[in-house]
């Protein structure tokens, strides 16, 4: 305990540094307003910032990355609730009860429960990063070439499980990013592979080319696809603090929609869109009167608003403790430590305290600063959603192209965004997931060093996987869920909640 309180004043050191405090400012900034404008998230927002992060520090580059994650979840909220769209993929499930609020004249208390519940399970998420964290790296300090494998092994194969729709494609996505992990030069005898003699392909392909094409420039190629009408809500906001009543009704809401959202935030392959909708449908299952829920219900905004911020601060614990990204933005996450020369893992702990405990402060103040900025604010963004989307775009694409070209100076690196994008719409028109991908390209790399270390220690013996109990018990909880997920009965099961969805 003493321990955890030094290292929380370390971090609380760190995180009140000017710099820092207007780097978590900036960061939940942008990440309120990329949750408010639809069809910009944060993957896209994240993935385009990558390259504006190479001449920041690490620790203000990473804290202002962290506070566009988690300020997209509260910003997803406003346009949900006031215009029934979702600015956010994790915000859909509010809008069945936010806007039906709002249009009952009950906006106020909506968005006020929105931010009330988020500040809560994110405080709540923060502390269990906290503690979590030491015990964690200890355990990882165990894990040897093989059990680091196998880990990874079982966090595809959650992603494959948690994926929507086909598990055949979602493996399929996770093949196609281990392959293209695979270009350029063997990381053993440096050998050129894969790279069909193209000079700018020699040193594989960039992880900010991948990400920015297929989240970036497919998703305003999406975007643009539709042109949705956004029936904003005109009537005045009053009443924005929520009565008793409502609080009383809310309170279990926030606490399950917490413990949930921690829990699946933790999980590879989980994140904040699994945990708003499991929020929400547990909070259906064990109301009194579910036939409240899509007709105004606060819990219906409290719950699935808790739980999405709580799941988007958990996700930090296994990328900062044993450096596997859950999700996709955890993959990006990744991407901006490797820019800045830090290895996620549990070296970070002992290594960079600061950096570690610097970012768990941070999150803290950034959690107090999003219900600042969110209440007050709500006329700006209103107004904001009335920009068409027209305009955006332009400069989105200029801004993406601009960042792409500044890594290397290489209009290479542009065209090779560019056909990214392409693929990713294509595979977004397929009911192809693009977020398994990124995921098998982003752990390519550890799995391979992995997989070869474990082989050259083991004398070419490729059993060691299976003598080595936490390995072997790793590798069989995938293979048991993979055979799950593989079932024919589930999978057609699986397959039609998606299409009612």
């Known amino acids: ?34 949750g408010v404008l639809p069809g910009v998230g944060p993957l896209a927002t994240i993935a385009m910032l990558l390259p504006i992060t190479f001449g920041l520090p690490p620790v203000g580059a990473l804290i202002m990355l962290a506070g566009i994650y988690y300020g997209s979840q509260y910003g997803g909220s406003t346009t949900s609730i006031l215009v029934n769209i979702p600015g956010e993929a994790a915000s859909v ?49 165990l894990f040897g070439p093989a059990e680091y494998f196998s880990l990874m092994v079982l966090g595809l194969i959650f992603a494959v499980v948690l994926a929507k729709g086909s598990v055949v494609k979602a493996l399929a996505m996770i093949l196609l990013g281990l392959m293209l992990s695979m270009i350029g030069s063997d990381i053993e005898t440096g050998q050129s592979r894969m790279s069909f003699d193209i000079p700018e392909m020699a040193d594989g392909i960039g992880f900010v080319t991948v990400a920015m094409g297929v989240f970036g420039f497919a998703e305003i190629m999406r975007n643009l696809e539709h042109t949705s009408s956004r029936d ?49 449908t547990f909070e259906k299952k064990v109301a009194k009167d579910p036939s409240r829920f899509g007709r105004g219900a606060i819990e219906g905004v409290a719950a699935p608003e808790s739980a999405n911020n709580a799941a988007s601060q958990t996700s930090f614990i296994p990328l900062l ?14 991407g901006a430590m490797t820019i800045h020369g830090i290895v996620p893992g549990p070296q970070v702990m002992t290594k960079q305290p600061e950096l570690f405990w610097g970012m768990i402060a941070s999150m803290w103040l950034g ?135």
């Open 1 to 34: 305990m003493t321990d955890l309180l030094a290292n929380l004043a370390l971090g609380f050191g760190v995180a009140f540094s000017p710099a820092n405090l207007a780097f978590c400012m900036l960061g939940t900034l942008v990440g309120t307003l990329i």
């Open 321 to 334: 403790t044993l450096g596997i990204p859950p999700n996709a933005v955890m993959a990006l996450m990744v």
């Open 367 to 501: 959690n107090a600063m999003l219900v600042v900025i969110n209440l007050p604010l709500v006329g700006v963004w209103v107004r904001l959603l009335r920009v068409p989307y027209r305009l955006l775009y332009p400069a989105i694409m200029m801004f993406c192209c601009i960042g792409v070209y500044s890594i290397n100076n290489s209009p290479f690196d542009v065209i090779m965004t560019a056909a990214f994008g392409l693929v990713g719409y294509w595979l977004s028109k397929h009911d192809f997931e693009p977020a398994p991908m990124l995921l098998g390209f982003v752990l390519g790399p550890l799995m391979e060093e992995n997989l070869r270390r474990a082989m050259l220690i083991a004398r070419g013996d490729p059993t060691t996987f299976l003598t080595r109990p936490i390995s072997a018990s790793l590798l069989a909880l995938a293979t048991l869920l993979l055979v799950i997920a593989l079932l024919p009965m589930i999978r057609s099961k699986r397959e039609e909640v998606f299409v009612e969805d």
């Open 93 to 141: 499930v509010t809008t069945l009860d936010g806007h039906q609020m709002a249009l009952q004249g009950r906006a106020g208390p909506a968005l006020a429960i929105a931010a009330i519940g988020s500040f809560f399970a994110g405080c709540v998420a923060t502390v269990l990063v906290a503690a979590l964290g030491a015990p964690l790296t200890s355990v990882a300090l």
């Open 232 to 280: 904003v809500v005109k009537a005045k906001l009053t009443g924005l603090m929520p009565t008793w009543p409502d609080l009383k009704a809310c309170a279990p809401a926030i606490g399950r929609g917490t413990l949930l959202g921690s829990i699946l935030g933790i999980l590879p392959g989980g994140g904040a869109v699994i945990a708003a909708f499991a929020a929400y």
